[in-house]
């Protein structure tokens, strides 16, 4: 099957790396964007992004903000760091990580995984409610059917759906209204089954 060049967001600090990953990203024939070494030159452009490497320290700050985005907009991405892993925060704990150095080859093929997933990966779930509106219960019954329709058994669909509950449960805290709620429970379930699927093909 043939696949289309991806434009790759790449942040990371050190001059080095960040120019071996794009030459690499290049030879491989993908379009390198940036490279970038601070979150705050990185996003303006975050939306040209269609997948993203992301070095988790970047001088005194780090690139979860970026991560944060990109999860939003389910883009696909994964950190690159020399340092460990226990820094990355419980809402990213299944991403990809890659200890540096690395290559970008293998980084590219799990990113590409994640941006052409399998054809029966789902839209996320619009369910009606009683009265013909949908409410964040049918959303979750929802998630939690579809996940069991093709996830391995009924332990690892559960995991998912709470998964997405407990990130969502963020958003509550920062005041999101109900239909944000629900548009960013679609988002990330559509994100969180996406990964999970490539991962079980």
Not at 142 to 158: C, I, K, Q, T
Not at 166 to 173: E, G, I, S
């Amino acid at each position: 099957m043939e696949t289309r060049n991806m434009r790759v967001l790449v942040v990371e600090d050190d001059y080095f790396i960040a120019d071996q990953l794009v030459r690499e990203i290049c030879e491989l024939g993908d379009e390198p964007i940036g490279p970038f070494a601070s979150v705050g030159d990185a996003l303006p452009v975050i939306d040209r992004a269609e997948v993203a490497i992301l070095d988790i320290k970047l001088g005194d700050e780090t690139s979860f903000p970026i991560a944060d985005r990109l999860m939003m907009t389910h883009t696909p991405f994964l950190f690159l760091t020399g340092y460990d892993s226990q820094l990355v925060p419980h809402r990213f704990y299944e991403t990809d990580i890659y200890i540096k150095p690395s290559r970008a080859e293998p980084m590219l093929k799990a990113l590409r995984a994640l941006h052409h997933p399998p054809q029966d990966s789902p839209a996320a779930p619009r369910v009606p409610g009683a009265d013909g509106t949908e409410t964040i219960e049918d959303l979750v019954m929802e998630m939690l059917r579809r996940a069991r329709h093709v996830m391995p058994d009924n332990a690892s669909a559960e995991r998912l759906v709470e998964r997405v509950l407990k990130v969502a449960l963020q958003k509550v805290d920062q005041g999101a209204d109900e239909q944000d709620l629900k548009n960013w429970l679609r988002q990330l379930f559509a994100y969180e089954f996406r990964n999970r699927i490539s991962h079980l093909h």
